[in-house]
């Protein structure tokens, strides 16, 4: 019987070595790491969607992951929740305050590495994966929309934007991206604030750029559930939408709700 409880428990290692992590243990990837909720009903056989959720300053994808109500909604849509963790404290991105001269590149890589790894992991579909995230996570979002906007079907920055100002032009094709912001933000606020060395970017700034850049037409007013938007589409059928809601600084599982299904309404997911 102890022979056979041992053959047993090493099959189980070792046949599903690639899978040993999840929502409460890290997903390693050399010395960072990742975390994943599969969505309830998760069937191995049939690739999902997946959120890929970037969190706030000093924050962890062990506090993303506690956040019930966000995991509720992504396995309400049959996705995928991956909470990614910063390569300091904050992401490491162009003009932030203790990173002033970086290119952001070694956040970019990262990236690139958790889908890589998530995806030989788990049964993911690559073409309709998601990222957002909130504070400075919207804003290693929009980072990501300039620079890696193939490796995402679109992105929902809530409450952030560039450090200082946008960059001059972004990586193509142009993506979707539908951004959403609290038109009382006083920690974000939409206009920007010094903070330190820098300052936080004017989300019209950057909005601008990418409506320059991905020569999107003309606005349409459009109002949701507590949201008023301006959308714009281009010739490739990718959407740019600026939605603001009544209050401060937060995050509400609902709005995330809101630009998934615009970008489901736009073809991308």
């Known amino acids: 019987m102890v022979l056979r409880g041992l053959f047993l428990l090493a099959l189980t290692v070792f046949a599903f070595p690639a899978a040993a ?11 960072r790491h990742y975390r994943i909720a599969l969505p309830q009903g998760y069937d191995a056989s049939v690739p999902v ?27 309400d849509l049959g996705a995928a929740l991956i909470a990614v963790k910063s390569g300091d404290q904050d992401w490491v991105i162009p003009n932030a305050p203790r990173h002033l001269d970086t ?8 990236f690139d590495a958790v889908l ?5 992991r788990f049964a993911l579909d690559r073409d309709r994966i998601v990222a957002t995230g909130f504070s400075a996570g919207g804003m290693m979002v929009w980072n990501l929309a300039c ?30 991206i539908v951004h959403i912001h609290g038109d009382q933000d006083k920690t974000v606020p939409l206009l920007g604030r010094p903070i330190g060395p820098t300052k936080q970017g004017e989300v019209p700034a950057a909005l601008n750029m990418y409506e320059a850049f991905g020569e999107f037409g003309n606005a349409e007013a459009a109002h949701y559930d507590g949201l008023s938007c301006k959308e714009q589409r281009n010739d490739d059928g990718e959407l740019l939408a600026f939605c603001l ?17 615009q970008l489901q309404k736009a073809g991308q997911l």
Do not use: Q
Request: with cysteine; charged share 20%.
């Open 21 to 31: 992590c999840g929502p409460d243990s890290d997903c390693m990837i050399g010395e």
């Open 49 to 75: 969607p997946a959120i890929v959720f970037a969190h706030g300053y000093r924050g962890s994808a062990r506090g993303v992951m506690r956040n019930r109500s966000l995991r509720g909604l992504a396995s």
């Open 103 to 110: 290119d952001g590149a070694a956040e970019f890589a990262y």
């Open 116 to 120: 890589s790894d998530a995806a030989t």
């Open 147 to 176: 620079a890696r906007p193939d490796m995402f079907a679109g992105f929902v920055p809530i409450a952030g934007t560039y450090w200082l100002k946008p960059p001059e032009t972004c990586a193509a094709p142009a993506a979707s």
């Open 245 to 261: 809601f009544k209050g401060g600084h937060s995050f509400r599982t609902e709005h995330l709700r809101h630009g998934w299904e």
